[in-house]
C-alpha cells in the first residue's frame, strides 16, 4: 500500500464507522453501520438481556469499536428471540422491530469448494473420490426459515436465498472449519466491497487507471452519431427454429366456422 | 443520623446491585436492565445525559425514548444537584476506599490547599476538558466520552464479569485510574470526568445548597480540611464543583449547638 492509498484509507473513511468484518454482526434490528455507530452509547442493555449469551462486548479486538454490541456467530450465533431490540435507550436498534422475518443483519455465503455436499455433488459426478465428502445438510436443518432461507437445489446442494436474515445458526453449526472460517460464513449488511460497487463505479476507475486501453470506446457526439446510423428499416433478418414447430395438436381439429 | 451512614449505604447497595442486576437478568428477571450509561427499573427508563447529548450531535436525531429517559435524572440534578457523583457513582466509592486504605496504610499524598484561585482554575479545568472532549467526539462522530466513563465502565464490566465470566480491555482504563489515585486524591473526580462536569453545569441553579446559616461560627475551618472538592463549603455551597456529599455538614462542629452549615432548599 503506498502512502497515497494509505492517506486515502484513513481520511476519507471513518476509522471509527467503517469496520467491517467476515462473521462480524450487530445485533438484530441494528441501523446501518454508520449510524449504528453514532447512536450507541455501549450501555450493554442489548448483552444483558440476551438470554443466550449471544451477543458480546467487542474487545480491544475490534480497536476504535471497543465496547460495541456483537455476535460472533462462530462462537454463538443469534437465535433471533427479539428481545434486544426494544431495549435499546438510543434507538441504535430499532425498537419497533418485533418480527424475526424482517432482521437483515447479513448474508450467509456458502463456500462451494469447502462446503460438504458440494463436495459430494462434484465427486459423484466426476468418479473422483477423496474420502471427504460427505451428507452434511446441516445448515438447511438448523435453519429458522427452512426451504426459505436455505433451499436445496438437486435435492443436495445447499443454496441461500433473498429471504436469510443473516442470524448465523448456519455458520454455528457448520463441521467444516477452514483457514476463513468456516465453510459457510456471515457477510454483515453494509459491508463494503470494491467488486460489489456499481457499474459506473468500477467502470470510472478502469477509464482513469488505464485510459490507452479503452481508446475505441465511443463518446459524445461520436457516440450519437453512430447510433443515429443504425435503422430499424430494411430487412430483417429471418428467424429459425431449431426444432419443428407442430402446427396442429393431435386429436383437435381446426373448426373454420 | 448522619448523612454519611446514608451516603454509604446507597452507595454499598448501589454497587452490590451492578453485580446483583446481570444475575437477575441471567434468571430472565427483565425488571432492572441496563447499566450506568442507561438503565430501566420497570418501565422508568433513565441515562446518562452526557451519554444522550453525544448520541444526539453524533447522529443529529432526538427520539421520544431519548428525552423519556432524560426527565428523570434531570430533574434530580435541578433539585438535589449532583448526588449522582457522592451517593450513587461506584467509582467515587472506589475513591473514598482507596482514601481510607491510604489512612490505615499512612500513605500521605498531598492534599491540595484550598485557594479561591484554585476553585476557580479547577472549575474552569473540567470545563475546558469537557469541551475539550466534546469537541474531540464532534470530530470522530460517536460517543466516543463514553469509553471514559468512569460508572459507566465499571458497570458495564461488572457486567461482563458476570455474565461470561471475563473483564474486557476497558477495565485497564479503570486500573489505571485507580493506580493514579494512590498518587493524586481524587483527580479523576475533580478534574477530568466529562460525566460528572455536564452535571454539574445541568445543577447549576439546584434548589439543595450547603450554606452557612449562623454567622458566628467558631472558624474551625474542619469544613474545608475534609471537603473532598477542596471548596470552601462555608462560601461555595452552590459552586458547579459541590456534589452535595453533607461530609462537611456532619463535620461541622457548632451543629451540635445551633444549626451552622446546613443543606438548605
Redesign the interface.
Known sequence: MNLKERLQKTLSE?P??GFFKKNRLRPPGARGEK?F?????????C???C?Y?SI?????FEKLQ??TPYIFPEDRACYLCMKCPE?C???ALD?KLFEPEKVNIGKAVISQEDCLNFIYFKEEETGKITGKAMICSTCYNVCPFTDEAIVMEKYILPVITEKCVGCGICVEKCPVKTTDGKAVNVVPTGMGNEKDAGYYYRRSKILKSDPQKYKDILKGDKLIEKKQNISTFGEKKQFKYDFEINTSIEGWEMNED | MKIKTIRRSVQIAVFLGMFIVPVLNILEIYFIKGTFYSIDIGSIAMADPLAILQAVVASKMFTYSMFASLVIPVLLVLIFGRIWCSFMCPYYLVTEMIDSIKKKLKIKTKKTEYSDHLTVKTNMFRLGFLLFGLFVMGISGIPLLNLISAPGVISSQALVLVKFGYVTFEMAFIITLIVLEFFYYKFWCRYFCPTGSFLSLIGLKRLLKVEKVNENCSMCLSCIKTCPMAINPMKDGSSVACNNCGDCVDICPDNKKTPTLKFKI
Open positions: 471513518n471509527f464507522k449510524q455507530m453514532e447512536l450507541c452509547i455501549r450501555c450493554a442493555r448483552i444483558e438481556v438470554p449469551d458480546k462486548r467487542a474487545d480491544l471497543i465496547g431495549v435507550p438510543t434507538g425498537n
